[in-house]
């Protein structure tokens, strides 16, 4: 059954990608509004949404939807769907930037797709199966104890600058390169294909994450507990430093 949902919801990601990527060749004619400090939302978000809503409610009428942009409840079977994570990317034409599907049942996430339109990459995954890309199974890093790159993604809150940027210092004392990659969902993405050691993505939504949860661990990412609401995640190698370095500090 998972598979089945798993083909449907790749080519509902794929084809809202498609929209996504023309709209973000496109995205000087964008209205784009704000919903706080750095925290933007541009029409493209909203009609991506909107797809992504009306063909999973067509294909599975049964399950919820809680998105990010219209909302709703997260009670299972339900569908958390970020229609553009990393919409200040998508908005400043840098191409980090994807849709993010999971499918939470009553065991948790089990289904996972997340399309990054301009670098034309889907990976996925489904609970007890593995993750992939393109039918290839994804291949973390292996656990190593030189000095490591961490993807590091963070809520732009005033609150949280101080703390945020401690963390970072602490990491490069630790002889650790940061990258900070402006999608949560993305980030996780980069450490489970192996172009990251691994990741941490601090105060983020469900929609943010949990897609990228998933995929971490059918990698076989050692991954922080599911973000049902709001919350900070982790991804890394089994075995890693990065559980001694990278957890502790955050």
């Known amino acids: 059954m998972h598979q089945e ?13 498609a929209f996504a990527l023309k709209a973000f060749h496109e995205r000087d004619k964008l209205q784009i509004d704000s919903k706080g400090l750095l925290d933007y939302v541009s029409e493209a978000d909203r009609e991506v949404e909107r797809r992504v809503k009306k063909a999973l409610c067509l294909a599975f009428p049964e399950h919820g939807f809680k998105g990010e942009e219209s909302g709703g409840a997260l009670v299972a079977p339900c569908w958390v769907v970020d229609p553009i994570d990393g919409t200040t990317n998508f908005l400043y034409g840098r191409p980090d930037f994807c849709i993010s599907m999971a499918f939470v049942d009553e065991k948790g996430p089990a289904v996972a797709v997340v399309h990054a339109p301009v670098h034309r990459r889907t990976m996925y ?10 039918g290839k199974r994804l291949q973390p890093r292996s656990a190593c104890d030189h000095e490591l790159v961490v993807n590091l993604c963070f809520n732009y809150k005033r609150d949280n600058d101080v703390d945020f940027l401690s963390k970072v210092n602490q990491l490069v004392e630790l002889k650790h390169q940061i990258r900070i990659c402006g999608s949560a969902a993305w980030a996780l993405c980069q450490a489970a294909s192996g172009q990251v050691d691994g990741a941490y993505n601090g105060c983020v939504n469900s929609w943010d994450v949990l897609g990228g949860q998933l995929i971490c661990a059918e990698a076989g990412l050692e991954v922080g507990p599911y973000v049902y609401e709001q919350g900070s995640v982790y991804a890394y190698p089994k075995g890693s430093v990065l559980k001694d370095t990278l957890v502790p500090y955050l």
Do not use: P, Q
């Open 5 to 17: 949902i798993l083909a449907k919801a790749r080519f509902i990601a794929e084809e809202a990608g």
């Open 125 to 134: 995954a489904v609970r007890g199966v593995g993750a992939f890309e393109n």
